[in-house]
Each structure stands twice: as C-alpha cells, then as structure tokens.
C-alpha cells in the first residue's frame, strides 16, 4: 500500500454551485496526448459546455465542439473556478492523479476513468466523483448527463482496487 500525504490533509467543503439554471460545465486540465483521453473526451462531449486547459498539441481544437473553450496552460486555482466537474478521462493506467487531488481540494467533483490511480487519488483526497468504462466514449457520454448531485465522496461504483490488479 502507497500512503500518500494528501490523505491527511482538511478535506475541503462541497462548492456549491451558484448559476442555476445553466449548463454544467466540464473541464479538463492536463496534457493534450491521446493517453490522457483528450480524443476520447471531445467525441463524448456532445453539446456540453467544456473547458480545456493545458500543454499539447494544438490539433485537438480542430476537433473540438463549438462551445469549447482553450485555455492553454493556466493555474489550476482559476480553472477550477470555471467549471463545475473536472473530467479526466485517461486511456492509460495512471499511477496516481494529481489534478484529482487538486479539484478536490478546490471542491470541484471528478468524472474518472475506472483506472486504479485515479480511483485512489479521488479516494485518498476525499473527492466527490464517479467512474465510467476507461475508453468507452458511450460510457463517458452517459456519465456526462448524470447530475452534480451523483457525485459522492467514496464512490461505491467504483470497483475496489486490490494491489493485484494494478
């Protein structure tokens, strides 16, 4: 077992949102690589609002929709006040999710990919967050339509991870 610090850290309170009415917006902040789910991410989308930030290859904006917003590489402190879930959506088996444990110490829910570092960074941090079928665009699509509110701290549809399986 890894013990990470950022398991003895405050956990921080639930953001609450303050536009009603208005779309939930998704965000994603990391490299733009294929292994990071960038793709993957911009085919599931659909009409979402949407927030990118990060270093990459700047081809991803010809495939993304209209209500895209790029950012570039910025601070994680003012993107997270831009949306409402950061979505990171990793093809590969991350080791562990840093920019997890930062939206939940920012307050911001995560929509993971069900690899085994991402689901123990959200746990060990105290996110609220959900899992979908790494590299299933149907899966993250429909997991993009389910409300803020589904998202909890210790998700139980997440499948326990076991030192076995990594």
Do not use: C
């Amino acid at each position: 077992v890894v013990v990470h610090p950022v398991s003895a850290a405050q956990q921080p309170e639930p953001r609450v949102r303050t536009r009603t009415g208005a779309a939930t917006t998704f965000g994603y902040l990391g490299r733009l690589t294929e292994e990071k789910g960038v793709g993957l991410l911009l085919d599931a989308i659909g009409d979402n609002p949407l927030v990118v930030a990060g270093d990459g290859d700047g081809a991803w904006k010809d495939r993304a929709p209209e209500q895209g917003q790029w950012r570039g590489w910025m601070e994680p402190g003012p993107f997270f006040d831009e949306i409402d879930v950061l979505v990171v959506p990793s093809a590969w088996r991350e080791p562990f999710g840093l920019v997890v444990v930062e939206a939940a110490r920012a307050g911001v829910p995560v929509l993971v990919a069900d690899q085994p570092g991402l689901i123990e960074a959200a746990r060990v941090s105290g996110a609220r967050f959900r899992t979908f079928a790494a590299n299933d665009a149907a899966a993250l699509r429909a997991s993009l339509e389910m409300p803020v509110r589904a998202y909890t701290a210790g998700d139980t549809s997440a499948p326990r991870v076991d030192i076995a399986d990594v």
